[in-house]
């Protein structure tokens, strides 16, 4: 298993350059192709919004500003790629209607989609909570990598933080091609003093042997904690000096709005090394 097509969304923040290298270098020793996803950020007006905000001149020249960003962010990304990136399998697709939906579609056709952490001043060309959309329309495991720091290695030493659940096993079956690369993993379960989650001891050890059989040199162990589950993770991340954490991610849709579990959206606003989430 492999991640033989990588989409990496792309923007003109100041962090959008480590976001393309590590997107590349993932793909270079992965030997799979990069697509770099450049939306504009536009979205459709309703009939007669036009006319209230200054005309159909004034909307016509919004589109052609958003495009235009759109375009130089795209060919920032090719330029880059060529001058640093040599050899590497790429494209890029500057979409024009709405970011989410847009590269949800993509990523359903992809194998591993990169975004980056919501800054405290989020990019313009998407809506502040885009990774988490993303992370729960996807389908495919996503990459989110955090808005400050540098990450030379990933995948190296990893976390994963595991409870038993449906996404666990979809975020650790699909970080596999990550894993088989790592010179250490370690496996925990988190559970709060005086509330034991719901992973029996028997699993801990197949868990162990399913590393195993992959060929994955890990060690598996059982936790307490007396903070919240989300702040014993990324506590957990730092001791081991983990270069990547990975986790299901928990949420659900409604009324055109995604509600994140306590969890996910603590480790989404507070994580200091690249998470790798599936839901």
């Not at 492999?2 to 997107?23: E, F, M, Q, W």
Request: hydrophobic share 45%; proline share 4%.
């Amino acid at each position: 298993m492999s991640y033989r097509t990588i989409l990496v969304h792309l923007d003109d923040s100041a962090r959008c350059a480590a976001r393309i290298d590590l997107a590349a270098d993932i793909a270079a020793h992965q030997g799979g192709h990069l697509i770099g996803f450049a939306p504009t950020g536009w979205v459709e007006m309703p009939a007669g919004i036009g006319h209230a905000v200054g005309g159909t001149n004034y909307v016509q020249l919004s589109f052609e500003h958003l495009l235009q960003r759109a375009q130089r962010v795209s060919a920032s990304f090719t330029g880059r790629l060529a001058a640093q990136h040599a050899g590497l399998s790429y494209e890029s697709r500057v979409h024009e209607g709405d970011p989410v939906g847009g590269i949800i579609r993509m990523a359903r056709v992809s194998d591993l989609v990169v975004v980056g952490q919501t800054e405290d001043e989020a990019a313009a060309s998407v809506p502040p909570d885009f990774p988490q959309r993303v992370v729960l329309g996807a389908g495919v495991p996503v990459l989110v990598v955090p808005y400050a720091g540098r990450f030379d290695t990933v995948g190296r030493r990893v976390l994963v933080a595991w409870d038993g659940s449906r996404e666990a096993a979809r975020a650790l079956g699909a970080s596999l091609p990550l894993l088989a690369r790592a010179s250490h993993v370690h496996a925990a379960v988190f559970d709060r003093k005086g509330r034991p989650e719901g992973v029996h001891g028997w699993q801990l050890e197949y868990l162990r042997q399913w590393f195993a059989r992959h060929g994955v040199d890990a060690s598996v162990a059982r936790e307490t904690t007396e903070i919240g589950i989300g702040e014993a993770v990324l506590s957990r991340a730092a001791d081991v000096s983990a270069d990547l954490l990975v986790m299901g991610a928990y949420g659900h849709s409604r009324v055109a709005e995604f509600v994140l579990g306590g969890v996910t959206r603590t480790i989404l606003s507070g994580m200091t090394v690249p998470v790798l989430m599936a839901h």
